[in-house]
């Protein structure tokens, strides 16, 4: 059982940045750098949406929802068991739960992964 913390979110207004983090805490059952790691929203009323993934050990492979490329950007540390989503020049479209989530493959696929975190609320003012 893998165990994930999301933090970063809050209220910024259009234009903004916001930096996401994803923290895998205790015991991850095996070597966090072997986790593919991947970041979906869901804004209010809509469906679960991807937004971007990377790949296992080095991150070498990663890949984004049109609606985020050249302005989101995702990275991980796997020694600090972390993946990090900055988010620049936010939009209010961009309003809504940000979830991490760790599985076999980095895919924009939500069913694809093994385990979630409880989402962080990010809200984009105009």
């Known amino acids: 059982q893998v165990q994930l913390v999301e933090s970063g979110g809050g209220l910024v207004q259009a234009g903004d940045s916001l930096t996401l983090s994803c923290t895998a805490v205790?015991?991850?059952?095996?070597?966090?750098?072997?986790?593919?790691m991947g970041w979906f929203r869901q804004a209010a009323g809509k469906e679960r949406e991807f937004v971007s993934a990377?790949?296992?050990?080095?991150?070498?492979?990663?890949a984004y929802a049109d609606s985020v490329k050249g302005r989101f950007a995702i990275s991980r540390d796997n020694d600090k068991k972390t993946v990090t989503l900055q988010m620049n020049s936010l939009k209010p479209e961009d309003t809504a739960v940000y979830y991490c989530?760790?599985?076999?493959?980095?895919?924009?696929?939500?069913?694809?992964?093994?385990?979630w975190g409880q989402g962080t609320q990010v809200t984009v003012s105009s």
């Open positions: 205790g015991r991850t059952g095996r070597p966090f750098s072997t986790y593919a």
């Open positions: 990377i790949r296992w050990s080095d991150g070498s492979y990663t």
């Open positions: 989530a760790a599985g076999d493959w980095p895919d924009s696929n939500h069913g694809v992964y093994d385990y």
